[in-house]
């Protein structure tokens, strides 16, 4: 005869549920936030016509006939080494040189020559 086999059933575990506090949510409501926005609205208001009624502004204008002329010179120029008599000399030499065969330089000046 076989023996009978009785398989030992683990000890069951007992659980405790700890009792959790329902928190309690309170919703502002939209009139409350809205009221806060509309008192501090009405404080800015406030200040603003008070500070824009207690400043004195003092505008002196003095209208001159003074004319100024400026007179430029055109001066000799050092670009990348070689020396141009003045920059519209440089523009022009420049101008005709490919843009491949510049240096960096003498393409900034060609691209900022006014």
Request: avoid cysteine; charge should be positive; glycine fraction near 4%.
């Amino acid at each position: 005869m076989a023996k009978k086999l009785t398989k030992k059933q683990p000890a069951k575990r007992k659980t405790i549920k700890k009792p959790n506090a329902k928190k309690t949510v309170t919703k502002e409501t939209t009139e409350s936030g809205s009221f806060s926005i509309m008192i501090l609205a009405i404080i800015g208001i406030i200040l603003l016509i008070y500070f824009g009624t207690s400043s004195e502004v003092s505008v002196d204008v003095k209208i001159g006939t003074e004319n100024t002329e400026e007179i430029i010179e055109d001066r000799s120029i050092i670009i990348s080494g070689t020396t141009y008599s003045s920059s519209k000399e440089a523009y022009t030499l420049l101008k005709e040189i490919p843009q491949t065969r510049r240096t960096n330089e003498e393409t900034r000046f060609v691209e900022s020559y006014k």
